[in-house]
Nanobody, 126 residues
């Protein structure tokens, strides 16, 4: 069974930075694409960023491009999301997710992921 555990969320002022981490276990982390999604109150879960299995290719939602960076350390079985220049509209619960298909490119659609973490709250004050 795959387990994904996020950490690093918190309260930050607009313009500040946070780094989210996602520790993975239960299958070969380095074989699968990974992603970050977020869900604000009253809204649907939305794509934030994705990375392919090796870490060589990434993709971002337009709303975070240039401010967020997704990365992975396959030796540590850990996924990261560096978030800079945070805005109040970035406030949400952030979820780490593991892709379905091994050795594949980054995945954008939500149904391309089969495991999810419990989420970590990010709150950006104005």
């Amino acid at each position: 069974q795959v387990q994904l555990v996020e950490s690093g969320g918190g309260l930050v002022q607009a313009g500040g930075s946070l780094r989210l981490s996602c520790a993975a276990s239960g299958r070969t982390f380095s074989s699968y694409p990974m992603g970050w999604f977020r869900q604000a109150p009253g809204k649907e879960r939305e794509f934030v960023a994705a990375i392919n299995f090796s870490g060589g290719r990434t993709h971002y939602a337009d709303s975070v491009k240039g401010r967020f960076t997704i990365s992975r350390d396959n030796a540590k079985n850990t996924l990261y999301l560096q978030m800079n220049s945070l805005k109040p509209e970035d406030t949400a619960v952030y979820y780490c997710s593991a892709g379905r298909v091994p050795y594949s490119n980054y995945v954008v659609p939500l149904n391309g992921y089969d495991y999810w973490g419990q989420g970590t709250q990010v709150t950006v004050s104005s």
